[in-house]
């Protein structure tokens, strides 16, 4: 079986331990959990037929105190950029770390992930900044780890491009 490493990467407290939570475990948690390092988890998804073993890199967040690490990405066949809807700061973030990781990994497969669309109200990112990031060829979805809406979709989105080069 095919073995695929994927980084979850992202500011901190986007929602990536929730949304591996709710993808591998099908849980969500109100309680926030600071990642410490990297924490490990595998789940085996189908693609065309084919089973694969995902093998997911929940990285720590990254804000000013802490730098991402470029040792964890290594080995890495796609990458999902995790961004809080409800934080602006969030994307300008990602959009750093975007090309940060591709300094260092090259060009692998990745989505951009607007996450907690459950608090759609409470939404800081505006449709001009989002188009323009589309515009570069970025695949942008919305999704909510809390109602799991589009999260399975996510992983067998990145695990398709992953596959399907």
Known sequence: MLQ???CMVGAFATGKTSLVAKFVYSIFSEKYQTTVGVKIDKKIVKVNQQELSLILWDLYGEDEFQKL???YLRG????LLVVDGTRKITLE???ELQQRVEDNLGKVPFILVLNK???QDEWELDSAK???IEKKGWTVIKASAKTG???EEIFDMLAKKIIEG
């Open 69 to 71: 690490r470029t040792s």
């Open 130 to 132: 989002i188009e323009t």
């Open 4 to 6: 695929k490493k994927i």
């Open 76 to 79: 890495s066949s796609g990458y």
């Open 117 to 119: 669309w459950d608090l």
């Open 149 to 151: 809406l589009n999260v």
């Open 93 to 95: 973030k990602a959009v």
